[in-house]
Nanobody, 123 residues
Framework: QVQLVESGGGSVQAGGSLRLSCAAS????????WAWFRQVPGKQREGVAS??????STYYSDSVKGRFTISRDSRGLYLQMNSLKTEDTGIYYC??????????????????WGQGTQVTVSS
């Protein structure tokens, strides 16, 4: 089992930056990939960034590419968000997959989830 707890959310003006953290505990060695998702009311969770545990390779959605950076160390997962836009507003969740995944942006690929942290970007 892996437990995930997000932090670092908050309110920021457009153009600003935030850094999200996801503290991980439990058997984190038995993970294949990690990801950040975001959700706005009335919509499904959207995968914005992911990183593979062994290879370190990353994936970004087109909407955040060039602005967000995902990283990971032994303590957890991080998301550096720069040049924030109002459309980045949402609840951000970190997630981890136990097994090999095919689609890094698909919610169903991930087995462990945090409780989420709110990010609000105002104009």
């Amino acid at each position: 089992q892996v437990q995930l707890v997000e932090s670092g959310g908050g309110s920021v003006q457009a153009g600003g930056s935030l850094r999200l953290s996801c503290a991980a505990s439990g058997d984190t060695r038995r993970t294949y990939a990690w990801a950040w998702f975001r959700q706005v009311p009335g919509k499904q969770r959207e995968g914005v960034a992911s990183i593979y545990t062994s290879f370190g390779s990353t994936y970004y959605s087109d909407s955040v590419k060039g602005r967000f950076t995902i990283s990971r160390d032994s303590r957890g997962l991080y998301l550096q968000m720069n040049s924030l836009k109002t459309e980045d507003t949402g609840i951000y969740y970190c997630a981890a997959a136990k097994y090999a995944i095919v689609n890094p942006s698909a919610e169903l690929e991930y087995d462990y989830w945090g409780q989420g942290t709110q990010v609000t970007v105002s104009s």
